[in-house]
């Protein structure tokens, strides 16, 4: 079994097992190869460089010893094979929900999600996306700090557990996404800057030092990352990556690492015949990430839509610190309904500079919406989900724009009935002294905040057995109210396209009246967000009534002439006869 491993700079190379060391050759590009036994390297190996400590395989495909522990051997042989008929959804048709596999059940494993897979089915889902899997230092956290990129996380199964997870997953229908972190690594367990110069300390990250994707011996380092990409799709089946924060991947050469990336993605694609999605998190309002390269875009299929979110919470949660004070009201809704983006270039107080460019040529299935995420709720000091902090009439509303809107709706898990459970920051940083340096400036972060109180201490255990979801909720009246609410939202969506071609969204409103209506293929939702009862004008057509937040009873009636009257705090969704 022949092992190599990129060192540029390195003397020598060794690899070494229990019983021996074995002395690798390099070739003229940096890799050192060497033959070893495969039954050998069933024990455990890494490598020692210049003689020095031995380390983990950068390209280490598990470590069930943890981050410093010795890498080993992959077994997928055993995994369940994937149906080659499968195909899934195109985005437009798609509903993504989000989900952390430590904190979606209370085992936190590949097996025990793959029990609530039937619930996802049942509500109409078409997409996971799983939050980071790559290893990273203790038993549980939100993944984003991952070390080995190649190796998912012991604690939630094996490599063959999780192919076996998305197998499950594409016998019932649904698409599965990972979220990939490609801006940083974490700071415990990260030994790439001893093999070679995978960072650059030109720019930097918020998180940590910046991945050297453009100077000197940077090609590999970009065929590092993009072959993790191609393993995550290619090994495990994955449909498609999220990448993390793609405004923090610093990439200044002609063609950009991440339209590299997206050009090795169609190249997978059309060798294995299966339809793959890259969808990019960026808070730079950049209709680049998504225009063909022709174009002097980056070609990727879609990306996260922030405004959206943030016109929705500031208008409904009433808060105004940091970059919700850019919202205001209303207004700033219809934009995001109509536009996708509010800021399309003009100045933004939070930034103190002008923000984000106009979406010509972004088509709505390439702009992802949501109204609640991980961040949005476990960034927050005590970890609110919007169910804490607003009422089920305007949780109804919310939901409404989100699954009704023209972009592609992303849920966060356990939204979809309300839950009561925060999901709060935690981590299990082995390193005692960045374990305090953590909930250190956990508490300092929210000094100037409005929340007050003990802020939960990332570290302390009960951050993360808090977080986990609360099944027998959906068996409560008032969760069980928000679930079918959601179903029947979500079966609404999907069969509108039946009914007329889509067109534009067609948004009007009253801020002073508090009353909103857009219509979009076929279906029109109207939203009384005052205390007293609103007329609002119908558009000319034929409509009838198909959800009220209020009463179930009246769905299929006609509408009553030119106008609805809806009660205070109400949603009515009609949609065109026939």
């Known amino acids: 079994m022949i092992f190599s491993v990129w060192a540029p700079a390195a003397k020598s190379v060794e690899l070494v097992t229990p019983v021996r060391r074995v002395a690798l050759a390099v070739d003229d590009k940096g890799y050192w190869q060497g033959e070893l036994d495969e039954a050998e390297a ?339 000091a005590r970890g609110e989900r919007l169910s804490m902090l607003v009422d089920a009439p305007k949780l109804k509303a919310i939901a409404a724009l989100v699954l009704l809107s023209p972009f592609v709706p992303l849920l966060f898990q356990g939204e979809e009935w309300g839950a009561s459970t925060p999901f709060l920051y935690f981590t299990d940083h082995e390193n005692a002294e960045l374990g305090r340096l953590v909930s250190e400036g956990r508490a300092r972060e929210f000094e100037s905040f409005r929340w007050g109180g003990e802020i939960p201490d990332p570290q302390d255990a009960s951050s993360f057995e808090r977080s986990k979801l609360d099944w027998a909720e959906t068996a409560i009246p008032r969760h069980a109210e928000i679930l079918d609410w959601y179903r029947e939202l979500i079966a609404l969506r999907k069969s509108r396209s039946r009914h007329v071609a889509p067109g534009k969204p067609k948004v009007r409103f009253d801020a002073k009246a508090q009353w909103l209506r857009f219509e979009y293929a076929g279906v029109l939702a109207t939203f009384n967000f005052a205390s007293e009862p609103r007329r609002i004008a119908l558009p000319a057509g034929e409509w009838e009534l198909a959800l009220d937040s209020q009463s179930r009873e009246a769905a299929g009636a006609p509408a009553a002439g030119a106008q609805s009257e809806l009660p205070a705090h109400s949603t009515r969704i009609f949609r065109v006869k026939g």
């Open 42 to 380: 069933r024990a455990g190996y890494r490598y020692s460089i210049d003689g020095g400590m031995p380390l983990p395989d950068p390209r280490s495909r598990w470590q069930p010893e943890g981050v410093h522990g010795a890498s080993y051997l992959r077994e997928l042989q055993g995994a369940t094979a994937h149906a080659a008929h499968f195909r899934p959804k195109a985005l437009r048709e798609a509903v993504i929900y989000e989900l952390h596999v430590g904190t979606f059940t209370p085992a936190g494993t590949y097996a025990a999600a793959r029990e609530r897979l039937d619930h996802l089915v049942d509500l109409g889902v078409t997409h996971l996306e799983l939050m980071p899997l790559a290893t990273f230092p203790g038993r549980h956290g939100w993944g984003y700090d991952g070390v080995h990129l190649y190796a998912p996380l012991p604690a939630y199964g094996t490599p063959a557990e999780l192919a076996d997870f998305v197998a499950a997953c594409h016998e019932r229908g649904l698409a599965v996404l990972l979220d990939v972190v490609y801006n940083h690594l974490g700071p415990d367990g990260n030994y790439l800057g001893a093999y070679g110069p995978y960072f650059t300390d030109r720019v930097k990250t918020p998180w940590g030092e910046a991945v050297n994707y453009d100077a000197a011996q940077s090609d590999q380092v970009r065929k590092f990352v993009i072959d993790n990409a191609l393993m995550w799709l290619g090994d495990y089946r994955f449909d498609g990556l999220r990448l993390d924060a793609v405004h923090a991947i610093f990439s200044f050469e002609a063609v950009h690492v991440l339209e590299d990336l997206a050009a090795a993605v169609r190249k997978l694609a059309i060798e294995q015949d299966r339809e793959l999605v890259l969808i990019a998190e960026s808070d730079l309002n950049d209709p680049r990430l998504v225009l063909p390269a022709a174009r002097g875009g980056f070609a990727l299929d879609a990306h996260w839509a922030d405004d959206f979110h943030h016109a929705l919470h500031r208008y409904f949660a009433d808060e105004g610190e940091g970059y919700y004070a850019d919202y205001h009201g209303l207004p700033d809704i219809a934009t995001a309904l109509a536009q996708g983006y509010v800021y399309q270039g003009q100045y933004s107080s939070f930034r103190q500079r002008r923000h984000g460019r106009a979406p010509r040529g972004v088509t709505p299935d390439q702009l992802v919406v949501c109204s609640q995420n991980h961040d949005q709720i476990g960034n927050r």
